[in-house]
């Protein structure tokens, strides 16, 4: 149904411009939306359209996207241990400078700084409970950050069992 005089609009985004907005039938013109993102996460949006006889809106259709950031890996290796073990978290990163990248805990254990920030490793204090650990890297234009588990375990109770 409808008129044809059709109003499409991007909208729920956090990126710029927004909203953007697209009079008209379906076109070549009115087919995309370009979107710019300040930040690195997951987006969702929505794209809206109505008559001009038509309110309010119907949802045209939904999408995410998810988009990187300077941070390309954080991992804790191994991934599992033993109350009273230890693990070596490492990163990659692209684009930060000494100091801009530290790493911090859930238990209060001491931070890490992430130097040098482009790659490297640092093993973790003894542990005897699971801990999260986060790489947050920032060079002013916002913080970036990324998690790793080290999940801490019991060891195994051996009993010996004597000959009979």
Same mark, same amino acid.
């Given at each position: 149904?409808?008129?044809? &005089?059709?109003?499409? $609009?991007?909208?729920?985004?956090?990126?710029?411009?927004?909203? #953007?907005?697209?009079?008209?039938?379906?076109?070549? #013109?009115?087919?995309?939306?370009?979107? @710019?993102?300040?930040?690195?996460?997951?987006?969702?949006?929505?794209?809206? !359209?109505?008559?001009?006889?038509?309110?309010?809106?119907?949802? #045209?259709c939904s999408n995410s996207?998810?988009?990187?950031?300077?941070? *390309? @890996?954080? $991992?804790?290796? %191994?991934?599992? !241990?033993?109350?009273?073990?230890?693990?070596? /978290?490492?990163?990659?990163? @692209?684009?930060? /400078?000494?100091?801009?990248?530290? !790493?911090? &805990? &859930?238990?209060? /254990? %001491?931070?890490?700084?992430? &130097?040098?920030?482009? @790659?490297?490793?640092? %093993?973790?204090?003894? /542990?005897?409970?699971?801990? !999260?650990?986060? *790489? +947050?890297?920032?060079?002013?234009?916002?913080?970036?950050?990324?998690?790793?588990?080290?999940?801490?375990?019991?060891?195994? +109770?051996?009993?010996?069992?004597? %000959?009979q």
């Open positions: 149904g409808g008129d044809g &005089n059709y109003t499409y $609009e991007r909208f729920g985004m956090t990126g710029s411009p927004s909203p #953007a907005t697209c009079a008209g039938q379906p076109s070549l #013109a009115c087919r995309n939306f370009t979107t @710019s993102y300040g930040t690195t996460g997951t987006k969702s949006g929505n794209v809206r !359209i109505r008559s001009a006889g038509l309110t309010p809106y119907e949802t #045209a996207v998810t988009i990187s950031g300077k941070i *390309i @890996s954080f $991992e804790g290796k %191994p991934p599992v !241990i033993f109350s009273g073990g230890t693990a070596t /978290l490492s990163w990659t990163t @692209s684009g930060y /400078l000494p100091g801009q990248c530290i !790493i911090t &805990n &859930n238990r209060g /254990l %001491p931070n890490i700084t992430a &130097n040098p920030p482009a @790659s490297g490793s640092s %093993p973790t204090t003894v /542990l005897t409970a699971t801990t !999260i650990y986060r *790489i +947050t890297c920032d060079d002013g234009t916002g913080p970036e950050w990324r998690d790793a588990t080290i999940i801490v375990g019991s060891p195994p +109770t051996i009993k010996e069992v004597p %000959p």
